[in-house]
Nanobody, 118 residues
Framework: QVQLVESGGGLVQAGGSLRLSCAAS???????MGWFRQAPGKEREFVAQ????????DYADSVKGRFTISRDNAKNTVYLQMNSLKPEDTARYYC????????????WGQGTQVTVSS
């Protein structure tokens, strides 16, 4: 079972940037990877995902043009570069891994908190 550990969260002012990292305990090239977030009192929502090779990615409409997902399979790490942050981006951000052929994400990290002040 792959272990995922997120890092890079913190407190930032609106308009600022953060880069989240997700380190995996085994080869990330075996998995599609995604980022999700959950704000207090809200359901967890999709943010971005990237396929195993890194050549294909998708984003939620709310973050398109501001966030970029990338991966470095040599380092077993996935990143989420977040620019032009808004207070509504405040949430706990989770990394997830999906095995080839899976419909749902199979493994989840514990999350890292992102707080954007206005």
């Amino acid at each position: 079972q792959v272990q995922l550990v997120e890092s890079g969260g913190g407190l930032v002012q609106a308009g600022g940037s953060l880069r989240l990292s997700c380190a995996a305990s085994e080869r990330t090239s075996l998995y599609a990877m995604g980022w999700f977030r959950q704000a207090p009192g809200k359901e967890r929502e999709f943010v971005a995902q990237i396929n195993w090779s890194g050549r294909s990615s998708d984003y939620a409409d709310s973050v398109k043009g501001r966030f970029t997902i990338s991966r470095d399979n040599a380092k077993n790490t996935v990143y989420l570069q977040m620019n032009s942050l808004k207070p509504e981006d405040t949430a706990r951000y989770y990394c997830a891994a999906k095995k080839f052929g899976s419909t749902l994400y199979d493994y989840w990290g514990q999350g890292t908190q992102v707080t954007v002040s206005s």
